[in-house]
């Protein structure tokens, strides 16, 4: 038995349109984007002669609501196109594009007309910011009066060529040698879900000793419409208490879980764009494409692996000297008295004159 293909529907109050529509998400695959599709249904009577449009509208929102106050507007429209669909200005047959709007319109009947949109090359992906009252970027089919909130969401090929590493020395004040620390990652590209693997060799020829090693996974959230504020926010964190002590190496693999189970409802963590009784994924990472402006995308996303270390000096080797003590030493009984032109009481009290 073949499954079941689950179609998304939603039909003005007064019964008036409806709209069908196979999916929600539309993936940016670098060289295209999925177009956007689906069926309307109206009904003739109701409409009474009006005509149908249905809008495609990708929205930037930074900010409540309620914070469109004062001539002040936190919203920007960054592409809007609008199509007639009834009355038909062409023939069914070459507004159908897609299989599933073909089963769709056999299904439906005489009163079902397709759309279908192409998303421009320069539209960023949807992203929202925790909580709910900071939105992002989304997309919108108005269609009558009805109303559906759509998805873009960005997919990368994995590229196997690169893998990230960092690579970094460190010198102390009265060390003679260095502390070397080199961080690789076994790949560039994760995917939802998937654990990120962080390779850390440590060489510590220095005079300090290394512990309380830790690594996290942060995600940056640039904002590039309408202010410069940026989140940095640790998604996925593993504290130990490695240490490294002097004269030695360290070689071992760390394993991070950057999900969004773990950073459910916490303020400033991007989001691929919550769509409503849906749940999503942390944001992915921001591509953006040759000759397209950074302020059209509204907000960039990137991630990095930060490794954290303590480096304590040795104080065996300073105390030695501190406390040593001089070959000959001379010990006196203090008396005011060895004050040469001031006489003093037996009990040490304010000077008299001789």
Same mark, same amino acid.
């Given at each position: 038995?073949?499954?079941?293909?689950?179609?998304?529907?939603?039909?003005?109050?007064?019964?008036?349109?409806?709209?069908?529509?196979?999916?929600?998400?539309?993936?940016?695959?670098?060289?295209?984007?999925?177009? #956007?599709? +689906?069926?309307? *249904?109206?009904?003739? @009577?109701? $409409?009474?002669?009006? =005509?149908?449009?249905?809008?495609?509208?990708? &929205?930037?929102?930074?900010?409540?609501?309620?914070?469109?106050?004062?001539?002040?507007?936190?919203?920007?429209?960054?592409?809007?196109?609008?199509?007639?669909?009834?009355?038909?200005?062409?023939?069914?047959?070459?507004?159908?594009?897609?299989?599933?709007?073909?089963?769709?319109?056999?299904?439906?009947?005489?009163?079902?007309?397709?759309?279908?949109?192409?998303?421009?090359?320069?539209?960023?992906?949807?992203?929202?910011?925790?909580?709910?009252?900071?939105?992002? #970027?989304? +997309?919108?089919? *108005?269609?009558?009066? @009805?109303? $559906?909130?759509?998805? =873009?969401?960005?997919?990368?090929?994995?590229? &196997?060529?690169?893998?990230?590493?960092?690579?970094?020395?460190?010198?102390?004040?009265?060390?003679?040698?260095?502390?070397?620390?080199?961080?690789?990652?076994?790949?560039?590209?994760?995917?939802?879900?998937?654990?990120?693997?962080?390779?850390?060799?440590?060489?510590?020829?220095?005079?300090?000793?290394?512990?309380?090693?830790?690594?996290?996974?942060?995600?940056?959230?640039?904002?590039?419409?309408?202010?410069?504020?940026?989140?940095?926010?640790?998604?996925?964190?593993?504290?130990?208490?490695?240490?490294?002590?002097?004269?030695?190496?360290?070689?071992?693999?760390?394993?991070?879980?950057?999900?969004?189970?773990?950073?459910?409802?916490?303020?400033?963590?991007?989001?691929?764009?919550?769509?409503?009784?849906?749940?999503?994924?942390?944001?992915?990472?921001?591509?953006?494409?040759?000759?397209?402006?950074?302020?059209?995308?509204?907000?960039?996303?990137?991630?990095?692996?930060?490794?954290?270390?303590?480096?304590?000096?040795?104080?065996?080797?300073?105390?030695?000297?501190?406390?040593?003590?001089?070959?000959?030493?001379?010990?006196?009984?203090?008396?005011?008295?060895?004050?040469?032109?001031?006489?003093?009481?037996?009990?040490?009290?304010?000077?008299?004159?001789?």
């Amino acid at each position: 038995m073949s499954p079941k293909h689950v179609v998304f529907k939603k039909v003005s109050r007064d019964k008036s349109v409806a709209v069908y529509m196979a999916k929600r998400d539309f993936v940016d695959h670098s060289d295209f984007v999925d177009p #956007v599709d +689906g069926v309307i *249904v109206i009904d003739p @009577v109701q $409409l009474k002669g009006k =005509k149908v449009y249905v809008m495609l509208s990708c &929205t930037f929102r930074y900010g409540r609501q309620d914070m469109d106050v004062m001539g002040v507007a936190f919203r920007r429209d960054l592409f809007i196109v609008t199509r007639q669909v009834y009355p038909e200005l062409q023939d069914k047959e070459k507004l159908t594009h897609t299989r599933i709007q073909q089963k769709l319109l056999h299904k439906l009947g005489d009163n079902a007309y397709p759309f279908f949109f192409e998303f421009p090359d320069n539209l960023p992906c949807s992203v929202s910011l925790q909580p709910e009252m900071c939105s992002g #970027v989304r +997309g919108e089919g *108005v269609l009558s009066s @009805v109303r $559906l909130t759509i998805r =873009k969401i960005q997919f990368s090929p994995e590229n &196997t060529e690169v893998a990230p590493f960092a690579d970094m020395t460190f010198e102390f004040l009265m060390s003679e040698k260095p502390l070397h620390v080199k961080l690789t990652l076994p790949k560039e590209t994760f995917y939802h879900g998937e654990p990120v693997k962080a390779n850390v060799e440590i060489t510590n020829s220095s005079s300090r000793n290394i512990k309380d090693i830790s690594l996290s996974v942060e995600q940056v959230t640039n904002v590039v419409l309408y202010s410069n504020d940026k989140y940095v926010k640790s998604v996925a964190k593993e504290e130990t208490e490695d240490s490294v002590p002097s004269g030695t190496t360290l070689k071992k693999e760390y394993t991070l879980y950057p999900l969004l189970a773990y950073n459910k409802d916490r303020r400033g963590i991007a989001l691929d764009g919550r769509l409503k009784h849906e749940d999503t994924n942390l944001a992915s990472s921001s591509i953006v494409k040759q000759e397209v402006l950074k302020e059209v995308q509204g907000m960039l996303i990137s991630y990095k692996v930060v490794l954290k270390m303590i480096a304590v000096a040795c104080l065996s080797s300073f105390l030695s000297v501190l406390c040593s003590e001089p070959d000959d030493m001379v010990f006196e009984d203090f008396k005011r008295a060895y004050l040469k032109g001031v006489v003093y009481g037996d009990d040490d009290e304010s000077p008299t004159e001789a």
